[in-house]
């Protein structure tokens, strides 16, 4: 079992920045493929972006977030992070810290098998 936890959310105007971070606490941290994925209202979740260990860190980045956010993670804190820059009124969300056992980076909600419980993001133009 894996238990995930969010912080760093609020509300910032646009072109602001925030960190989103996510502490994982449970099985090995390293094995796991982490994923930030958002959810705004009336809207289905969607993937931002995602990393992988294996040596060296593997990312993944949705194409409307690509340029602005950065994923990392520290295997030693069990944390990952997202570092969000020029952000929009579209990047309003909750945003949702997700575990994949299998270490594989994937961009669907399925393929991830712990969740959070989301913070909420709030960009005002």
């Known amino acids: 079992q894996v238990h995930l936890v969010e912080s760093g959310g609020g509300l910032v105007q646009a072109g602001g920045s925030l960190r989103l971070s996510c502490a994982a606490s449970?099985?090995?941290?390293?094995?796991?493929?982490m994923g930030w994925f958002r959810q705004a209202p009336g809207k289905e979740r969607e993937f931002v972006a995602a990393i992988r260990w294996s040596g060296g860190s593997t990312t993944a980045y949705a194409d409307s977030v690509k340029g602005r956010f950065t994923i990392s993670r520290d295997n030693v804190k069990n944390t990952v992070y997202l570092q969000m820059n020029s952000l929009k009124p579209e990047d309003t969300a909750v945003y949702y810290c997700?575990?994949?056992?299998?270490?594989?980076?994937?961009?669907?909600?399925?393929?991830?098998?712990?969740w959070g419980q989301g913070t909420q993001v709030t960009v005002s133009s």
């Open positions: 997700a575990a994949a056992s299998s270490g594989v980076l994937r961009t669907r909600t399925s393929s991830y098998d712990y």
């Open positions: 449970g099985r090995p941290f390293s094995s796991y493929a």
